[in-house]
């Protein structure tokens, strides 16, 4: 026989529940520039792989499909001289890219395809 110490539970432990408000707190928390996920999960008591599911319930799986809307490219004549433009493509990753001013079609092609391949999860 064993003489160690005997801990007695005298209440049942359920699961935690929280509110919608709380896990967004902490979703965005953990998406701030600069933010880890795993030390935003351990300040607010969760395990990391906690705040990923919630992160995927509040903000949708991360391949989800990203919409597009149609553009048109007109010729320089067809716009005003005093008209500025301003272009700005938003990825499904989070990475943003804006363009000011008259942008050539075959630059604005490669600069996208360079972000997706830095914004596609590995």
């Given at each position: 026989?064993?003489?160690?110490?005997?801990?007695?539970?005298?209440?049942?432990?359920?699961?935690?529940?929280?509110?919608?408000?709380?896990?967004?707190?902490?979703?965005?928390?953990?998406?701030?520039?600069?933010?880890?996920?795993?030390?935003?999960?351990?300040?607010a008591?969760?395990?990391?792989?906690?705040?990923?599911?919630?992160?995927?319930?509040?903000?949708?799986?991360?391949?989800?499909?990203?919409?597009?809307?149609?553009?048109?490219?007109?010729?320089?004549?067809?716009?005003?001289?005093?008209?500025t433009?301003?272009?700005?493509?938003?990825?499904?990753?989070?990475?943003?890219?804006?363009?000011?001013?008259?942008?050539?079609?075959?630059?604005?092609?490669?600069?996208?395809?360079?972000?997706?391949?830095?914004a596609?999860?590995?």
């Amino acid at each position: 026989m064993t003489n160690g110490a005997v801990e007695v539970i005298t209440s049942v432990q359920r699961r935690r529940r929280w509110p919608r408000a709380e896990k967004e707190r902490i979703v965005s928390a953990a998406l701030a520039p600069g933010a880890v996920a795993s030390e935003v999960a351990r300040a607010a008591g969760i395990q990391a792989s906690q705040l990923f599911r919630w992160r995927q319930q509040l903000c949708g799986p991360a391949g989800a499909s990203a919409s597009f809307a149609p553009v048109a490219i007109v010729p320089d004549g067809a716009a005003p001289a005093a008209a500025t433009s301003t272009i700005e493509i938003e990825l499904a990753g989070g990475t943003r890219m804006r363009i000011t001013g008259a942008a050539d079609p075959a630059i604005v092609s490669v600069l996208i395809a360079g972000l997706t391949k830095i914004a596609r999860p590995r």
